[in-house]
């Protein structure tokens, strides 16, 4: 592992969030969607592993429970499928907001964002927790 | 939606309020009322519930029934009914669980245990809640919860290997029932046309329909099993397990009182069957023998009682197969009745327990000299329910003896006189047990006054139901039996001379008679009940047969990958093949492909190149010797995939491809490093690995099978294929202008979420996998 490797997993990681961000936000109208997001999350930090190793990193996040991130990114999803129960509609039925952002556009907010951010903590947390599992392993 | 009325309200707190109680009494412990809480709590949320119960009771005049769907498409609702029948049920619930809590606030369960008030009040709750029920489906779904929470009670001292066999024993037994009951709603609501409680929406069945039949079956499985009833009585005995208080409430009024709810609700649609006196019949006629046999043999007081409770619910369910109006007011005049006698019984077993400090089964001889306030008390009910007049079990036993005449089958009338005799001697066989008999116990302790005021408030209750039976008749037993046949029904129950007391006055005799010569009686019952398989027999081998079959399905759990694969593609194989032969064979198959609609596959010639590299890839990675190297390799052939999906116009997929093809190169080489030098360079010979001709040939196979089924799911691709309305309709149904975002979030959502659950599922594993691999490391 050289340290250009470092430098450059160093600034891929904040590039990579937002690209899943971007992904997430603009999943309907574009391809990407939220386990595309997650998946690059989920890339950028092995990298982040691959380059620093595992203590390395881990003292860096180490505030983050993986396990807790993919069962609340399950949580979200459950709540998306049956939060359009509360209005009336049926179980991940529609409901949309669109909220006009100055200079930026407008932005459509909708129960499948919420359900994307689920999906998308589900594959984060999941391809995380597989990872430190492999670490608890073999060390 | 509509004002809901004020007694579906009220329906709604009653079963509310026991699991808001549940749910408080955690986090009081943790303010530090730890043993205040539970206590504290129970007796206030039942106190309450109680009350609300009576209230609803007295609020209601007519049939209430209120009913949402749930899920319409197919016939599911969720709501209440406040009837009669259900108010029968909930007062005797409510009124014993109070009973219960009240006792329980100075009976305290060895290991101490918050859990136990809080299981004991969700239990509340779904009993009441599956009394009250105005749906098949969601009363499934409350039968189910009692279940669970019976089971947590009785495995309350989970330290135990034997209370965990029991708790086990419990559930497997009613899960088993649960799952018959399951069953035989589904039959019987798709016979109906509708899930609605009480009664048929629809036309009743025809008697001969062969959903009918087996719906009956089902149910009176399920009810069986909830009941205790022979041949699956064999779990009462081990809920003897659970604290004293409990078995007060559960095993005398709330779970064996949701079978008799159950048959009672279902009988007018049920009864239409000419199986249905036979099999539900049958099954009491059977219990009263085999759970007198029971409370006659076993040492431990509890023991007897369930024994006893077994053959009491006998007589109930003789009477439920009688399915008349007049049956069923004996039959919850009955159930009424020993609910109140067996919870006091109970009560009073929990008293000398706590007296002696010698457990249920001590010995507690001459005790009854010492105790003499426990004796009279438990003598009282012990008469009450042996059928001694005038208490009022003297009156049950009356009310069946009357159904049965008039029922004009003599063999019913026999078996309740005999039920009856035995009935007596094993109350006075307890009496014997408990007080007398046996090395004096060590001196017993002073009571708190509630352990003995609660099962006086019962020995009150026996002598005034004794004394006026009318009252339980006229304001709650007659407006019952009315609503579930809904014709009046007018049962009443006078001493008056006639072939009833003359039976009564018989059965007594024989009982007595049958005590007093018990010595020299019980050898000889012994000798001819010996060879009898027993019902517990039976569920050990059943249970030792499924545990052999269990552990003949590790034969396939190698711990060898290339195992599981080789096991997972023969099973691909043979569906496929079976797929291939109904296929071939023609005819009428439902399981025949479409036939080619000659589609030309619309290929684009420059994959030509990107296929040709994958095949050389993947023959790279066999033959490559370091396994980063091969895995290298492999990634290669995940880039060139989604290449060709680039190519075909799929641009989701083959991003999406790239991203996961690169997680897992990273996920493979993580822990690369970990592995020793020689199995990084694969100098070690492969072990495990099978004959390579079977190996080829099964990969060969498999893959050659993958692709005829691609070609022809290609080639028989609809006229008019789904993709073309997805694409069609994304933007206009869903808003989203991209259509596979359409489908993964909206049209296919609910497959999405089931994805990521099983994706969530499967992570969890492998990190419940690496943790176990670290404690054996360290």
Redesign the interface.
Same mark, same amino acid.
């Given at each position: 592992v050289t340290p250009l490797i470092r430098v450059v997993s160093l600034a891929v990681l904040p590039i990579a969030l937002m690209i899943s961000f971007s992904y997430l936000v603009t999943a309907e109208e574009r391809p990407g969607d939220g386990f595309t997001a997650g998946i690059i999350t989920a890339l950028a930090l092995a990298l982040e592993y691959l380059s620093f190793g595992y203590a390395q990193t881990r003292r860096r996040i180490r505030r983050i429970r993986f396990d807790y991130v993919l069962f609340g990114g399950l949580g979200v999803a459950l709540a998306a499928t049956v939060l359009p129960l509360l209005s009336g509609d049926p179980l991940l039925g529609m409901q949309r907001l669109v909220v006009a952002i100055p200079v930026l556009g407008e932005l459509k907010l909708s129960r499948s964002m919420v359900f994307d951010v689920g999906i998308y903590l589900v594959v984060v947390g999941g391809c995380m927790t597989v990872i430190d599992g492999l670490e608890e392993a073999i060390g | 939606m509509a004002a809901v009325p004020v007694p579906i309200l009220i329906a709604t707190a009653v079963v509310a309020l026991p699991m808001v109680g549940a749910a408080l009494i955690l986090p009081m412990c943790a303010l530090g009322f730890r043993r205040a809480a539970g206590p504290l709590i129970g007796c206030a949320t039942s106190a309450l519930t109680a009350a609300l119960v009576v209230w609803l009771w007295a609020a209601t005049d007519g049939p209430v029934v209120w009913r949402v769907w749930w899920a319409p498409d197919l016939g599911i609702g969720f709501g209440w009914a406040v009837d009669g029948v259900s108010l029968l049920f909930a007062l005797l619930v409510a009124s014993i669980g109070l009973l219960a809590f009240v006792y329980s606030a100075v009976f305290v369960p060895r290991p101490v245990s918050a859990g136990y008030h809080a299981y004991l009040l969700l239990f509340t709750g779904s009993v009441l809640g599956l009394v009250l029920s105005a749906d098949l489906v969601q009363l499934y779904l409350f039968w189910e919860m009692t279940d669970i929470f019976a089971f947590f009670l009785i495995g309350l001292s989970w330290r135990d290997p034997a209370a965990r066999a029991s708790a086990r024993k419990v559930l497997t037994i009613t899960l088993a029932g649960g799952l018959a009951l399951l069953l035989g709603i589904v039959l019987l609501g798709a016979g109906l046309g509708s899930f609605r409680l009480p009664g048929a929406a629809a036309g009743p069945p025809a008697a001969e329909a062969l959903h009918l039949t087996l719906a009956v079956l089902l149910i009176a499985i399920a009810a069986a099993a909830k009941s205790a009833q022979f041949p699956l009585h064999v779990w009462l005995p081990d809920s003897m397990r659970a604290p004293t208080p409990a078995n007060a409430f559960l095993d005398s009024a709330a779970v064996l009182a949701a079978g008799v709810y159950l048959l009672v609700r279902l009988q007018p649609v049920l009864s239409l069957s000419p199986w249905w006196p036979w099999v539900v019949g049958g099954a009491g006629a059977a219990s009263i023998l085999a759970g007198a046999a029971l409370a006659l043999r076993a040492a431990d007081f509890k023991i007897i009682l369930a024994g006893s409770t077994v053959s009491q619910y006998g007589f109930i369910f003789i009477l439920l197969g009688a399915a008349t109006p007049e049956a069923v007011a004996a039959a919850l005049f009955f159930l009424v009745q020993h609910g109140v006698l067996k919870a006091g019984l109970f009560f009073c077993v929990g008293a000398v327990a706590v007296a002696t400090g010698v457990g249920a089964r001590g010995s507690a001889g001459g005790l009854w000299r010492r105790m003499p306030a426990l004796f009279a008390v438990t003598t009282l009910l012990a008469l009450s329910l042996g059928g001694v007049p005038p208490l009022s079990g003297f009156w049950m036993k009356e009310g069946f003896l009357e159904a049965a005449l008039s029922w004009d089958r003599p063999a019913v009338v026999a078996l309740g006189v005999v039920g009856s005799a035995l009935t007596l001697a094993y109350m006075l066989r307890f009496l014997a047990v408990v007080f007398a008999e046996g090395a004096p116990a060590p001196g017993p302790r002073p009571l708190a006054g509630l352990l003995l005021a609660v099962p006086l408030t019962a020995a009150a209750a026996t002598i005034g139901l004794g004394l006026w039976p009318d009252l339980l008749l006229r304001h709650l037993v007659n407006p019952a039996a009315s609503t579930v046949w809904a014709t009046s029904v007018d049962m009443e129950v006078s001493l008056k001379p006639g072939p009833t007391l003359l039976l009564s006055v018989l059965a007594l005799s024989v009982g007595m008679a049958a005590f007093l010569t018990r010595g020299r009686l019980r050898p000889r019952l012994a000798r001819l009940a010996s060879p009898l398989p027993t019902a517990d027999g039976a569920y050990r081998a059943i249970g030792s047969a499924a545990e052999r079959a269990g552990r003949r399905t590790l034969a396939l759990q190698s711990g060898r990958l290339s195992r599981y694969v080789s096991i997972t593609l023969a099973g691909m194989l043979a569906l496929l093949g079976f797929v291939a032969w109904a296929s071939l064979r023609g005819g009428d198959g439902a399981w025949r492909l479409p036939p080619p609609a000659g589609s030309p596959l619309d290929l684009d010639w420059r994959m030509t190149p990107l296929l040709l590299l994958i095949c050389g890839g993947a023959l790279l990675t066999l033959l490559l010797r370091e396994r980063i190297h091969m895995i290298l390799a492999l990634g290669a052939v995940g880039y060139l995939i989604a290449g060709v999906f680039a190519l075909a116009l799929a %641009?989701?997929l083959g @991003? @999406?491809q790239v &991203?996961?093809e $690169?997680?897992v190169t !990273? =996920?493979f +080489?993580? %822990?690369l490093a970990? @592995?020793p030098e020689e199995v990084r360079r694969r100098e070690l010979p492969d072990r495990g690995l099978p004959n390579p001709v079977v190996g080829f040939g099964l990969a060969g196979a498999a893959g050659s099978a993958a692709a005829w089924l691609s070609w022809r799911a290609v080639e028989s691709a609809p006229a008019d294929p789904v993709a073309r309305w997805y694409t069609e309709n994304a933007a206009g149904l $869903?808003? /989203?202008?991209?259509v596979? /975002?359409?489908v993964?979030? &909206?049209f296919r959502?609910?497959d $999405? =979420?089931g994805e +990521?659950?099983v994706? /969530?599922t499967?992570?969890?594993g !492998? /990190?419940a996998?690496?943790?176990l691999?670290?404690r054996e490391?360290s």
């Amino acid at each position: 592992v050289t340290p250009l490797i470092r430098v450059v997993s160093l600034a891929v990681l904040p590039i990579a969030l937002m690209i899943s961000f971007s992904y997430l936000v603009t999943a309907e109208e574009r391809p990407g969607d939220g386990f595309t997001a997650g998946i690059i999350t989920a890339l950028a930090l092995a990298l982040e592993y691959l380059s620093f190793g595992y203590a390395q990193t881990r003292r860096r996040i180490r505030r983050i429970r993986f396990d807790y991130v993919l069962f609340g990114g399950l949580g979200v999803a459950l709540a998306a499928t049956v939060l359009p129960l509360l209005s009336g509609d049926p179980l991940l039925g529609m409901q949309r907001l669109v909220v006009a952002i100055p200079v930026l556009g407008e932005l459509k907010l909708s129960r499948s964002m919420v359900f994307d951010v689920g999906i998308y903590l589900v594959v984060v947390g999941g391809c995380m927790t597989v990872i430190d599992g492999l670490e608890e392993a073999i060390g | 939606m509509a004002a809901v009325p004020v007694p579906i309200l009220i329906a709604t707190a009653v079963v509310a309020l026991p699991m808001v109680g549940a749910a408080l009494i955690l986090p009081m412990c943790a303010l530090g009322f730890r043993r205040a809480a539970g206590p504290l709590i129970g007796c206030a949320t039942s106190a309450l519930t109680a009350a609300l119960v009576v209230w609803l009771w007295a609020a209601t005049d007519g049939p209430v029934v209120w009913r949402v769907w749930w899920a319409p498409d197919l016939g599911i609702g969720f709501g209440w009914a406040v009837d009669g029948v259900s108010l029968l049920f909930a007062l005797l619930v409510a009124s014993i669980g109070l009973l219960a809590f009240v006792y329980s606030a100075v009976f305290v369960p060895r290991p101490v245990s918050a859990g136990y008030h809080a299981y004991l009040l969700l239990f509340t709750g779904s009993v009441l809640g599956l009394v009250l029920s105005a749906d098949l489906v969601q009363l499934y779904l409350f039968w189910e919860m009692t279940d669970i929470f019976a089971f947590f009670l009785i495995g309350l001292s989970w330290r135990d290997p034997a209370a965990r066999a029991s708790a086990r024993k419990v559930l497997t037994i009613t899960l088993a029932g649960g799952l018959a009951l399951l069953l035989g709603i589904v039959l019987l609501g798709a016979g109906l046309g509708s899930f609605r409680l009480p009664g048929a929406a629809a036309g009743p069945p025809a008697a001969e329909a062969l959903h009918l039949t087996l719906a009956v079956l089902l149910i009176a499985i399920a009810a069986a099993a909830k009941s205790a009833q022979f041949p699956l009585h064999v779990w009462l005995p081990d809920s003897m397990r659970a604290p004293t208080p409990a078995n007060a409430f559960l095993d005398s009024a709330a779970v064996l009182a949701a079978g008799v709810y159950l048959l009672v609700r279902l009988q007018p649609v049920l009864s239409l069957s000419p199986w249905w006196p036979w099999v539900v019949g049958g099954a009491g006629a059977a219990s009263i023998l085999a759970g007198a046999a029971l409370a006659l043999r076993a040492a431990d007081f509890k023991i007897i009682l369930a024994g006893s409770t077994v053959s009491q619910y006998g007589f109930i369910f003789i009477l439920l197969g009688a399915a008349t109006p007049e049956a069923v007011a004996a039959a919850l005049f009955f159930l009424v009745q020993h609910g109140v006698l067996k919870a006091g019984l109970f009560f009073c077993v929990g008293a000398v327990a706590v007296a002696t400090g010698v457990g249920a089964r001590g010995s507690a001889g001459g005790l009854w000299r010492r105790m003499p306030a426990l004796f009279a008390v438990t003598t009282l009910l012990a008469l009450s329910l042996g059928g001694v007049p005038p208490l009022s079990g003297f009156w049950m036993k009356e009310g069946f003896l009357e159904a049965a005449l008039s029922w004009d089958r003599p063999a019913v009338v026999a078996l309740g006189v005999v039920g009856s005799a035995l009935t007596l001697a094993y109350m006075l066989r307890f009496l014997a047990v408990v007080f007398a008999e046996g090395a004096p116990a060590p001196g017993p302790r002073p009571l708190a006054g509630l352990l003995l005021a609660v099962p006086l408030t019962a020995a009150a209750a026996t002598i005034g139901l004794g004394l006026w039976p009318d009252l339980l008749l006229r304001h709650l037993v007659n407006p019952a039996a009315s609503t579930v046949w809904a014709t009046s029904v007018d049962m009443e129950v006078s001493l008056k001379p006639g072939p009833t007391l003359l039976l009564s006055v018989l059965a007594l005799s024989v009982g007595m008679a049958a005590f007093l010569t018990r010595g020299r009686l019980r050898p000889r019952l012994a000798r001819l009940a010996s060879p009898l398989p027993t019902a517990d027999g039976a569920y050990r081998a059943i249970g030792s047969a499924a545990e052999r079959a269990g552990r003949r399905t590790l034969a396939l759990q190698s711990g060898r990958l290339s195992r599981y694969v080789s096991i997972t593609l023969a099973g691909m194989l043979a569906l496929l093949g079976f797929v291939a032969w109904a296929s071939l064979r023609g005819g009428d198959g439902a399981w025949r492909l479409p036939p080619p609609a000659g589609s030309p596959l619309d290929l684009d010639w420059r994959m030509t190149p990107l296929l040709l590299l994958i095949c050389g890839g993947a023959l790279l990675t066999l033959l490559l010797r370091e396994r980063i190297h091969m895995i290298l390799a492999l990634g290669a052939v995940g880039y060139l995939i989604a290449g060709v999906f680039a190519l075909a116009l799929a %641009p989701n997929l083959g @991003l @999406l491809q790239v &991203h996961v093809e $690169t997680l897992v190169t !990273v =996920l493979f +080489i993580l %822990p690369l490093a970990a @592995l020793p030098e020689e199995v990084r360079r694969r100098e070690l010979p492969d072990r495990g690995l099978p004959n390579p001709v079977v190996g080829f040939g099964l990969a060969g196979a498999a893959g050659s099978a993958a692709a005829w089924l691609s070609w022809r799911a290609v080639e028989s691709a609809p006229a008019d294929p789904v993709a073309r309305w997805y694409t069609e309709n994304a933007a206009g149904l $869903t808003g /989203a202008e991209d259509v596979v /975002a359409a489908v993964l979030v &909206h049209f296919r959502a609910f497959d $999405t =979420l089931g994805e +990521i659950v099983v994706f /969530a599922t499967a992570t969890a594993g !492998v /990190a419940a996998r690496a943790a176990l691999m670290r404690r054996e490391r360290s």
